[in-house]
């Protein structure tokens, strides 16, 4: 077999393959007799030799791959989508408006922190600062946002335990769900998102409009149909119409780029309307529909191996869950329960899941109900059988 740059590529050279050889070599330049064993001290030396040179071979590899977008990854992958255009999401935090009760004269400071109700992993930090002058105790809505980056959430009315105390600030709570912020774009997806874009020939074809959609601030997914008939679809489409099915950005942008985008004589249909303006600052109804997200409970049983299990194993389950899920089902799409086994398998010490149920509706077990996730996915560990390793 040809290793090295060929005809049909870089064919990386195996660490056992470069021994074989080099042995082999100094077989025949030494002694057809020398001893080469892994005990020797030829052996060793081998060993080492090889293990530098496998890593030379794995560098070229990996100088190679940084050229194919299919193969590239991080940095590689960040340059080779810069030359089209196409930029990695970065991690965005989760917002929300919550509702706090300070005492006259109190100032709830900028960086004052509150948290879910029995969750101190959902902590949201204020961005700006409130006070009380009114001369009673009243209640004042501020914003605030995660303190870490990715899918915190605070469903309505969970935000209710201050963290950090300031005199006179006597309460908080939230009357709607945060705004869930996004992890950082994985190769995978900058993948799909880069290809979704270079198909974009025209500028009114579904394709091309699904790009333009999402490059809109904050739009995560799109979803498009479209009925070029004249009449009517199975699904209630009219004729010569399209429809987006768009997670995430403002109804405002949404409708302006599906506006710029369409091809004269389509008209963007949904169940929700927005206008948008052209040239002359004349005013369009838009449509569009955004999809009902619904929340997704996984319940994993799993058997582990104690000794090498993590301390926060469940918590490395749960994100695991949540990545796959993210990574792999969008609008429209089935939670196939297969997929997910892999993930779970990701995390050190598990031994076997021995049962994995997804569903959308809230289990019943009464511990570990966990709120995770860009699609608000809950994850339940109900059971863990430790395997004792201890030598008898």
């Known amino acids: 077999m040809s290793y090295g740059l060929t ?160 005199a006179g600030w006597n309460s908080i709570t939230n009357a709607a769900d945060a705004i869930l912020g996004i992890t950082e774009e994985t190769d995978s997806a900058l993948r799909i998102r880069r290809e979704t874009e270079l198909t974009a020939q025209g500028a009114a074809t579904i394709d091309a409009i699904r790009a333009d959609l999402l490059n809109v601030d904050d739009v995560e997914e799109v979803k498009m149909f479209e009925n070029i008939t004249l009449i009517t679809d199975g699904d209630g489409l009219p004729g010569k119409s399209f429809e987006a099915v768009v997670l995430g950005g403002t109804d405002v942008a949404i409708a302006q780029q599906l506006f710029d985008s369409k091809a004269a004589g389509m008209q963007p249909y949904g169940v929700e309307s927005e206008n948008a303006t052209d040239s002359e600052g004349n005013a369009h109804a838009i449509g569009f529909t955004r999809p009902t997200e619904i929340v997704i409970y996984c319940e994993v049983d799993l058997l582990i191996d104690a000794d090498t299990y993590p301390a926060d194993g469940d918590d490395q389950v749960k994100a695991a869950i949540l990545a796959k899920i993210n990574e792999l089902f969008g609008i429209g799409d089935d939670v196939i329960l297969s997929r997910l086994y892999s993930a779970i398998y990701t995390v050190s010490g598990v031994i076997d899941v021995t049962d994995l149920m997804v569903d959308d509706v809230t289990p019943t077990v009464a511990t570990g109900n966990f709120a995770i996730g860009t699609k608000e996915i809950a994850a339940i560990i109900t059971a863990r059988i430790d395997v004792d390793t201890t030598p008898a």
């Open 7 to 166: 005809a049909d590529g870089f064919s990386n050279k195996p660490l056992e393959v470069i021994k074989a050889e080099i042995e082999t070599e100094l077989k025949e330049t030494i002694d057809p007799g020398l001893n080469v064993t892994a005990s020797s001290v030829t052996g060793q030396f081998i060993g080492v030799f090889s293990d530098k040179l496998s890593e030379l071979w794995d560098a070229c590899q990996a100088v190679y791959s940084a050229y194919d977008p299919s193969a590239a990854e991080g940095v590689s992958l960040d340059n080779l989508s810069t030359l089209t255009a196409t930029l990695r999401l970065e991690a965005t935090k989760s917002t929300v408006t919550a509702s706090v009760n300070l005492n006259n004269g109190t100032t709830l400071p900028v960086g004052s922190k509150a948290n879910v109700a029995g969750d101190t992993s959902s902590v949201f930090v204020t961005i700006e600062e409130i006070s009380n002058s009114s001369g009673i105790t009243a209640d004042f809505n501020v914003d605030m946002e995660a303190e870490v980056t990715g899918p915190v959430a605070a469903n309505a009315g969970t935000l209710t335990e201050i963290l950090t105390p300031v």
